[in-house]
Every structure is written in C-alpha cells, then in structure tokens.
C-alpha cells in the first residue's frame, strides 16, 4: 500500500476508540462503566427535534450556501453578542459540520508546512493532528497543575519562534476541566498582538460551567486581539446535539472566506435539516442548558470527592466541561500477577481488564500522570465505577 506520509502520520483519535471499545464490551454483555465518554447522557431538547421535523416536512431538504443558512448565521451573530459582547458580520462567520471540522477548516486556512502551532498540554486529541494533517509542526508545551493547567506568558514567551503561526486555547478544557481567568486571558492577547501569531480559542464548553465560575472569550478583550483570534464554538456540547453535526467559527472574514472556500470544494454545507434545529438551539428556550448543568455539578462533586478519598489520587476541582483529571502517577511502578503498570495506558487497560472500567490515558492528550474520567454519565454507574477503581487500585503492589 503506498498511502501519503500524512496520513500515516495521524493516528485515530483515541478517546472516540476507547468509547466504542466500550460500548463493544457493553455490547457482548459486560457490564462495563464508561467513563470514557465525550458527550452529554442527555437527549436533544424537544423543541429541537421538532424543529427538525418541521424542516422535514417542509421540504428543506437541499443544498444551503456553504456556510451556512442566513438564518443560522443571523442566530449566532446573537449569540456571540448576548454571550460574548462580541459584534460580528455575516461574512465573518462559517458554520461547519461540528466545531472538530472548523477546527479543521482553520488549520488548512492557516498553515504552512513548518509553520509552528504553540498547542498547550494537556491537550483535546484532535488538535495536534489536525496540524499534521496540513504539514505543519505542533509545538506541545507541557503546563503544569499548580499553574491550574494553564499556559503561562513566560511558558508561552519562551515557546515562540519566527515560525510560530498560532496558538489554540481551549477554556473551559477537555479534559482538564479547568479554564483560563480575565487576567491571564489578558497577559496571552497581549502577546499575541506583540508577536503577531493567531489564537485560535475553542470555547465549545463555555456554557457547561459551574461554581459561578464566568466564562470570558478572549477575542472580547479589545480590537488589537478580536483581529487575530477566531473564535470556535458549536451545539454539541450545550444542547446535547453531538451526533448533528453543527458547530461554528468567528474571526477576520479573509480567514472566514478561505475556510468557506474550503469547505466548498470538500464537505459542502451543513446537513439542512440539523441547520433548522440549530436556529431553534440557539433562539428558543434556553432552560434546558441550567438544568443538565446542575446534574452534572452534582455528579462533579461526588466524583472529585470519591477521586480524592483514593489513597494516591489526587484531582484538581474543575470549574467547566464534565471529565475530572486526576493524577495517578503514584501507581506507576506498581504490577498485579506479574504485570506492570508504567504509564497511564498500563494503568487504562488494568482497570478496563481487571474492573471493566473505561476511562481515558492522560498520555492521549499528551500528559502520561493523568487519567480522564467523564461524568457525563448516571449517578449509579459513577458511584459503581468509583468503587470499582478503588478496589481495583488496591490490589496493585
Ligand atoms: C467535543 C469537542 C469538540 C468538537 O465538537 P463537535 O462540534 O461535535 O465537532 C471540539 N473541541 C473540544 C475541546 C471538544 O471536547
């Protein structure tokens, strides 16, 4: 087989595999806990559905313009205005099939071969990829916990080359959990328009925040940083809309107007009918959003609790998204019936095989201390995996 050198580069993405490990395991009749999971356990909104429905029955059914319908663009002009205070133009906006394809269409507008993208560890597993994809070199910076995952402006200063095109900031972050302060925002803007490189800001977890804790985008802090920063957003996450496929991206419109142009010679629009149903997530009633949230921060406060009470764990309390990431680096070095857990991946196929428990390595996104464990599921099977992972830990020496 004589396949590109890209595409023997990239690897799959590692978080979907383990999820349909899972769900083949449950399959066969085990009774696995999946803390492996990347999307809400909650159903898309009614209101939604028949939105639609309707768009079905109403024969709306064919090609729309590439980037999306005026409608749904009008729709989240709104939306970064009443969330963000962020003023956009209709030619400044792309709405693409998921915020992982915006992604995709930044960085193919974007990069070079050998261009560098500055891309913070731990990291979402798609984004150093994405950048292979195009050729270019993703220059992974490790942060540290003590900094609350995030990238600092020395860190940052020292990672900077000629070649340097982009950062990518993901706050509130999968899979830490954690988000980036006013402050700090404030500190990267600035030297982002210092050193004139792009900041591409995935915010797909703005809404799902706890702890009073405020989502800012950065591309809100003045017109020197809104200019360079593109903007990523989507209803997968908010409105538990994952298997839709809509998601979105603001920023300058010749940035824009390349991805739109690439869009056009590859997927085409978005699928018609899920276009519909986003005018209605994001325009109708908006009570569903605080009601899955107050479930999910009461599955976060158990969850990080019960993480905590296990002797050589320790995890960080997250203010966003819905994966705790706690450190287990203690059990490494340890062995059971002979069999060595050396690193996080040791650590995932133990408890999978030993106490059918589905979680992902930290090493997948690029910090090998770390395990992450979704709470996007029920109560019951938190408590039950938790358990599990307990005793299962306990029989390591
Ligand atoms: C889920 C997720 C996405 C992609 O969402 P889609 O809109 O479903 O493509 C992007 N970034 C992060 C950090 C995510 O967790």
């Not at 999307?39 to 429905?53: L, V």
């Not at 995932?348 to 030993?354: A, D, K, P, Q, V």
Request: a positive charge; one cysteine or more; charged letters at 25%.
């Amino acid at each position: 087989m004589r396949l590109s050198k890209r595409a023997v580069s990239i690897k799959p993405s590692p978080t979907l595999a383990i999820d349909s490990k899972a769900k083949a395991l449950k399959a066969s009749g085990v009774d696995v806990v999946n803390f492996g999971v990347g999307e809400p356990d909650f159903d898309t909104p009614q209101n939604i559905k028949e939105a639609a429905i309707k768009a079905i029955r109403d024969g709306f059914t064919k090609y729309t313009p590439v980037g999306g319908i005026e409608e749904l663009k009008v729709a989240v002009i709104e939306k970064f205005r009443r969330d963000n205070g962020l003023a956009y133009a209709k030619n400044e906006i792309i709405v693409s099939c998921g915020a992982k394809h915006s992604l995709y269409n930044i960085a193919e507008a974007l990069l070079d071969p050998g261009d560098e993208i500055i891309i913070p560890a731990p990291y979402w597993v798609s984004y150093p990829d994405q950048a292979l994809l195009n050729d270019a070199v993703p220059v992974i910076v490790k942060t540290d916990e003590k900094n609350l995952f995030k990238i600092t402006p020395e860190l940052l200063k020292s990672n900077l080359s000629k070649k340097t095109k982009a950062l990518i900031l993901n706050s509130p972050s999968n899979p830490t959990g954690l988000a980036y302060d006013l402050k700090s925002l404030e500190a990267i803007a600035d030297i982002a328009a210092e050193n004139d490189f792009y900041v591409i800001s995935d915010e797909i977890y703005e809404k799902l925040v706890y702890d009073g804790f405020r989502h800012v985008s950065i591309a809100s802090l003045g017109d020197k940083i809104k200019q360079r920063t593109i903007v990523v957003n989507g209803l997968s996450k908010a409105y538990a809309m994952t298997g839709w496929r809509i998601g979105f991206a603001a920023g300058p419109k010749e940035i824009i107007g390349a991805m739109t142009n690439i869009q056009s010679q590859s997927t085409s629009n978005p699928t018609s009918i899920a276009q519909k149903a986003a005018v209605e997530a994001l325009r109708g009633a908006q009570d569903f959003i605080p009601v899955m949230v107050a479930e999910f921060n009461r599955r976060r406060a158990y969850m990080v609790e019960a993480l905590n009470k296990i002797k050589g764990i320790s995890c960080l309390m997250p203010v966003g998204a819905f994966y705790a990431f706690p450190n287990v680096s203690s059990y490494y070095g340890k062995s059971f019936k002979g069999k060595p857990v050396n690193s996080s991946f040791d650590l995932s196929s133990y408890l999978i095989e030993e106490a059918n428990v589905a979680l992902v390595p930290g090493g997948a996104f690029g910090d090998d201390r770390y395990i992450r464990l979704s709470y996007a599921t029920s109560m019951d099977h938190i408590k039950k995996g938790l358990d599990r992972i307990e005793k299962a830990l306990a029989n390591l020496a």
